[in-house]
């Protein structure tokens, strides 16, 4: 593959010559001339398929996000050299929030104690509702959490009293701006 940065012959260029190569511009002044691919003839698992799919959303959503300037403006933002908005909106879409820790050590059960979680999403996130449920699943309260300072966290204050700690499942649902929805569970044990 042949890079062309700032050629005066090249610039601009896309499409194929022959069946032979094929040119790419891709964000800022870049060129990218490679091989034409070649078509497999193997009929795609169902895995490929859904890989796909969600590719073609991701396509869908990248173009409708940039067509919101504001968003935009925020993906671009968010951008690395060599990267478009377009580009971070796709990978936006593609990858859901992942939650790193749970900080119960300030939750003993009473009203005000907090709760603490690290999430994590490549862009940023709009939503954390935390659930709290007994030992039976029966909810002892539920709410939203707030963002801390630090940008990683996100913070739930007790509204509740709950008797029993231990056995206690925190059920932590987070969104992300292109809406991907990830619900996590996890069981106070200490």
Known sequence: MAKSTNNV?????SGTIGKMLVFR??????????????QSKKPLSDSQIDVRYRFTEAAYYAKSAISNPV???EYQAKAKPGQSAYNVAFADYLKAPELRRVMADEYSGQIGDTLAFRIIDNFKLQSVNVRILDENNDVIEQGAAVPLDNGLDWQYTATVTNPTVLGTNLEVTAKDTPGNVVTFNNIISS
């Open 71 to 73: 968003l935009k403006e």
């Open 25 to 38: 511009n891709i964000a800022g002044d870049k060129t990218i001339v490679a091989r034409r691919p070649k």
């Open 9 to 13: 012959v090249m610039k601009g260029v």
